[in-house]
């Protein structure tokens, strides 16, 4: 099993690298976004989250004050949650570290079907391929949603996220990977399927978030996603070319 | 399959480099399936700021 360790061991490094450096992005680009739609959600009365009972350690809104008392019972139905401050910003850092790992084990060992990833410029490439099958193409659909957006079924969405991802990642593999036309057809068919069939979408698109915040929380969750893929990509292109002790050419991973 | 020159696991045979990177990616996918799709409540919660960040469906 040398071939799994070393590739767990490759994962396990770029995916800590990424995941840190995701979780300090979002610490001051997405972060700071959610909590102040978790205003808007005590405001509204709506679906509440223990951590949003005391939103007014972070914000300032003077909503939060008046409804943070209402809110509190609401902490017994849903069960354990991280305390606002420090506790919850470190389970975000190791939810972002253990999630980059699991991506980052999902990109190696898709690489190494294709030969691997020979460099950090060559991992760059992969992680954009990763960018566009988890964060582009399921977010068309599904766009990014703070706390309090009207949604549709939960396990409606997850199926419909997933299959986008499958099928966006199995129509990049045969667009890069496969030197046929029908293929290549296929490949965009394959991409653009979901998008036909469509998401799952609420039943009314009235939201308490301003249309504003919503737009800069889509910004800011698309670029902090691209540099994650990025930089995921590269550092397994680094920890693999420290591994085998080689860099190996551009050409030698694109059959 | 022939694999690139430099390959990890240099004496692996192709069946078994097929298993072993396919038991990777399901680890893989196990790990970000529990974080980012588990309906757990607790889960959910320890990991809610992230599932937002990352447009994961959440709620």
Known sequence: MTLFRNVVFIAAIAGLVAGVVLACMQAFATVPLILKAEVYEQAGGGHTHDHAAAPAANATDANAMSSAEPAAPAAEDEGWAPADGFERFAFNVVANVVTGIGFALILVAASEFAGGIGNWRQGLFWGLAGFAVFTLAPNLGLPPELPAMPAADLTQRQIWWTATVVATAAGLGLLAFRKSLPLALLAVALIVAPHIVGAPQPDSFESPIPEGLHHQFVVAVTLTNLVFWLVLGAAVGVVRGRLTGTASGLRDSFA | ?59
């Open chain 2, 1 to 59: 399959m022939n694999t690139a020159s430099v390959s990890l696991g240099a004496s692996v045979s192709s069946q078994s480099r097929f298993v072993q990177l396919a038991l990777v990616a399901f680890l893989g996918i196990f790990v970000m399936g529990f974080v980012g799709f588990s309906h757990i409540d607790a889960v959910h919660n320890a990991a809610h700021d992230y599932r937002h960040s990352m447009a994961f469906p959440c709620h």
